[in-house]
DNA sequence: GTTCATGCAAATCGTTTGCACAATG
DNA sequence: CATTGTGCAAACGATTTGCATGAAC
């Protein structure tokens, strides 16, 4: 077995299975530290390397921002708000044709892609 | 005058200007050393953030790369070679009407979106 | 001669790693 | 008991900053 069972693990995926907001680790860290007094955050950042590497979350990076992370595995695309930094998922679907369009413009090879929309969140517009 | 003129920042705007590339810090830094044996990384760095903030270079964020930089102010997308990491622009047209179609979704104000293509360059592929 | 540019070293920020110990299976 | 998880501190890479000196205007 590669893996054992860990509490502050099961805790990571379980906080980003319920929330829409895309946290960076030292925020995880900060919403466990109440049941977790002496969490450390290296065992944060290790989980959720270990996470993303079984594919139970994603590493979101996004402009200016450090590393975030979620749990919402089908592909999709992110609104950053340019006021207060909030990052939403954005209910359009993903427009696999762009891949091709591309492909047929170069001699690339074009596997996916990842759009990054710049706004203003509902809260702040 | 807030600017006086300065041979590195002028070498290294015009070695963003000859270059398809999209450099990093770094390899301006390593590019420029031998005709500036004496140049700092620090003053590549500061020349850079003038650059950008004077709206003459844009700098590039990507997956899991340093930043990068370019000359190119037309909006445009990206992509990336996931094996050789080459970052190269893609002669795909910016659609603007995405901006559109995410403010019709949701309740955000959209301005302006980015798009990073993942694949294999020419070279590569 | 005032302001901006530079080199250098130190500081910062986000993230990773080494190591000794604790928990899991 | 063999292996994985953890805390802590130290190391790390990219970038920024403070400070004293040098160049531009």
Redesign the interface.
């Known amino acids: 077995m590669k893996y054992k069972k860990s509490r502050s693990r099961d805790l990571i995926r379980d906080m980003l299975d319920h929330t829409v907001d895309h946290p960076t680790a030292h925020e995880l860290f900060d919403r466990m530290r109440p049941d977790f007094p002496r969490l450390s955050l290296a065992t944060v950042y290790r989980n959720l390397g270990i996470l993303v590497e079984q594919g139970a979350i994603a590493r979101v990076?996004l402009?200016?921002n450090p590393e975030r992370y979620e749990s919402r595995m089908e592909p999709h695309?992110h609104?950053i708000?340019?006021n207060c930094g909030a990052v939403?998922d954005?209910?359009?679907s993903v427009d696999d044709e762009?891949?091709t369009?591309?492909?047929a413009?170069?001699?690339?090879?074009?596997?996916?892609?990842?759009?990054?929309?710049?706004?203003?969140?509902?809260s702040c517009?």
Not at 105 to 116: N, S
């Open positions: 990076e402009k200016g695309y609104l708000c340019e939403r954005v209910p359009v762009l891949d369009r591309v492909e413009a170069t001699d690339c090879r074009v596997t996916r892609h990842e759009i990054q929309f710049f706004g203003l969140c509902e517009s």
